[in-house]
């Protein structure tokens, strides 16, 4: 899914319009060009936040910069800008103390999934607390502005109401002229249709699963005619033990039936390796949308521990997708610890 920002003369008729695997980017119609030379490319490091960042979302806005968001950590939902996905600034929070989302109680805000629709921000999230599989749930916000203020809607449905046992990690896409919803966590993975804005359910709608119990932290996109869904599984949060990992499986349709490359289901819990942990990261997972540089190569955010420093919690990454015999990952699979920098134009 593409959301695609265009001038201000357009903003309100048509913000997004196609769906693939640069998702939430302004796009820009750039026809792609080759990389740098690899004797002249400029290089960065990962981390490229060394602080907590779990759960990113990532956006692309009409001021050329991207915006990400993530777990609570922190901040009270935190957000970071940037003009190359390499250096980040903290703009603040989607909340304060006041106005923080509060109808789970003792609940955290987990894995915000953040979209302009409608003319508006509208940011998706669970909240949830340890144990709290029965009652957690997936909420939204909205605001005007990529740094908010964000006002909250409450939640859209909860595990007891939607009937999914831990209902969290959000995800949202179009696809067909249509507004899904893509969620759930170790209990299988569900989509159901949102309402014309996106803030409540569709009325009459019921929910389909897509995969088995194998994964969280959904993300789908589209490439070459296929839709790729990609999850997380593992264990997310043991610090230097933590053995989360990001798979992926392809379908012809949103609905599935995903399947990894011999053919064989994701519901029956096979998929393909996009990246596992190394010597030097641990537990990298819970991949954003995927954004586009000005050289037509896709990139991902996502999250990972530092071996050596696990204190300083899930940190935010960055690696490119290698789209290879209609399959992406990570180059050899695994986090990078220096790569070349994503090509842009300033």
């Not at 006041?98 to 979209?115: C, L, V, Y």
């Not at 997310?236 to 012809?252: D, H, I, L, N």
């Amino acid at each position: 899914m593409r959301k695609l920002f265009f001038t201000a003369a357009v903003l309100a008729a048509a913000f997004f319009a196609s769906a693939d695997c640069a998702s939430k980017s302004d796009g820009g119609g750039a026809v792609p060009q080759p990389a740098p030379p690899a004797d002249t490319a400029a290089y960065y490091h990962n981390p490229v936040v060394d602080r907590s960042l779990p759960d990113p979302s990532v956006i692309k806005a009409p001021d050329g910069y991207f915006y990400v968001y993530a777990t609570e950590d922190i901040a009270r939902t935190p957000i970071f800008r940037s003009k190359d996905l390499v250096h980040w600034v903290q703009m603040g929070a989607c909340f304060t103390e006041e106005t923080r989302p509060s109808w789970e109680p003792d609940g955290g805000i987990w894995a915000p999934d953040i979209n302009y629709i409608k003319g508006q921000y509208v940011l998706y999230y669970a909240m949830s607390k340890w144990g709290g599989e029965l009652t957690c749930g997936v909420g939204a916000a909205t605001a005007d502005s990529p740094v908010g203020p964000f006002t909250d809607h409450g939640p859209l449905f909860r595990s007891s109401t939607i009937g999914v046992q831990n209902s969290i990690d959000p995800f949202y896409m179009e696809d067909g002229g249509k507004k899904y919803l893509i969620w759930g966590s170790f209990h299988g993975i569900y989509c159901i249709q949102l309402s014309d804005d996106g803030l409540s359910v569709k009325v009459g709608a019921q929910k389909r699963q897509l995969i088995g119990n194998l994964t969280e932290g959904s993300y789908v996109c589209k490439h070459d005619g296929y839709y790729y869904l990609f999850g997380s599984m593992g264990s997310c949060c043991e610090g230097a033990q933590s053995t989360y990992q990001v798979v992926v499986g392809r379908s012809k349709s949103l609905f599935g039936p995903y399947v990894d490359a011999k053919g064989q289901a994701m519901m029956d819990g096979h998929y393909e390796l996009v990246m596992r942990g190394n010597a030097s990261f641990a537990g990298p997972g819970h991949n954003a949308e995927f954004m586009q540089d000005d050289a037509g190569q896709d990139w991902m955010l996502y999250h990972a521990y530092l071996r050596a420093h696990p204190e300083k919690g899930r940190v935010l990454m960055l690696d490119r997708i290698e789209w290879v015999n209609g399959w992406p990952q990570v180059a050899g699979r695994v986090p990078s610890t220096t790569a070349a920098v994503p090509v842009f134009h300033h």
